[in-house]
């Protein structure tokens, strides 16, 4: 087994326990962003730069939804 192939396991698994175990839809976007950028930095020594770069949008699409959960939950405290 490669080490791609093992990250990609690792956050596919990561993904289907966050499924069964989150109701709320922040609270998954939240856990997905903390395992992607977990995996990304532990193994981001081992992993062709390729794979690394691929990761990235994911990543930034992540952040971005992470931000309008901070601003929207934000907006409902100032409220």
Known sequence: MDVDDAIVLTLA????ICTI????IDVYVTLL???L?????VAGNFIKPETKQGLKPAIY?????FLVIVVRKVMEVLS
């Open 21 to 24: 175990l989150v109701k709320t």
């Open 37 to 41: 950028l977990v995996v990304a930095e």
């Open 33 to 35: 962003l903390i395992g």
């Open 61 to 65: 699409f992540l952040l971005f939804v």
């Open 13 to 16: 698994i990561w993904v289907v």
